[in-house]
């Protein structure tokens, strides 16, 4: 793996925040688009959104953590290179970053008002997308796996991409932010809801926050939601009621919420 790539593709993002060169950046995400890791409308739709962040109020603060996720890329880059460190032991340098150091002070920048809540969200998820990029190739360069399924696997991801933004929508329409999505996500971790599982009990969620809202004090659960989860998802009982409780805390806050109004 030419974990000095990993590293471009990471920072792509952010390469504006400590350079302000958008001309390099339209050229980055050229190149992306013609080896295929973006859409024509993602780049586009990325680089309207850095144009958007050059003049946001945040911008000093987003712009020292993405000089700082350069610096540290680079030198796990630098000891790579030399030989001073395993293609392994620069993967595991990375996510000990990204686990230990990066996500910490994420998480802090955010609560404190410091970055936007969306910007920290689409780097991490960047983060995540380019890392799984790297794997794939280095996959196929290792014979694990062909071109055809490795392209394949990458248009399901991307497929999956569009499905992960829509959830948001629907969740943000609900007023729950980011970091509320963060602590559901966290609590049905907690209570074994897999990686596999994630999406689709999230999507349980919201399916049952509007039939409760529609049924009132009348609402059982749908036969085909309760299909959904327990034989697509394949949810336990204990966490399709766990599903049920989070959708009617959420419900309980958006009717409230109207109430006000």
Known sequence: MNIGKLIVVIILFTTWTYTQNFDAVERKLGEAVAEG???????????????????????NAEEKIGAWIDSVGKKIKAAAMKGEISE????EKWQHFKEHELAPKLKMAVAKGVVREKWAQELWHG?????????LKAAVAKGEMTEQQAWEKWKEINKQDNKHHEIIHHYKRLGVSMQEMGNIKKSLGDAGVTNEQMEGAMRGILRTVHEMKSEGEKYEMDLGVAKFLRGEIKLSNKQIEMV??????ILH???????KK
């Open 253 to 259: 806050r958006v009717m409230k919420q109207q109430q």
């Open 244 to 249: 049920q409780n989070i959708a009617r805390r």
């Open 88 to 91: 392994k032991e620069a993967w």
């Open 127 to 135: 983060i995540e997308k380019a890392e799984i990029s790297e794997k």
């Open 37 to 59: 890791h973006l859409s024509l409308d993602q780049a586009a739709a990325m680089m309207k959104t850095l144009r958007e962040m050059a003049s946001d109020k945040h911008h």
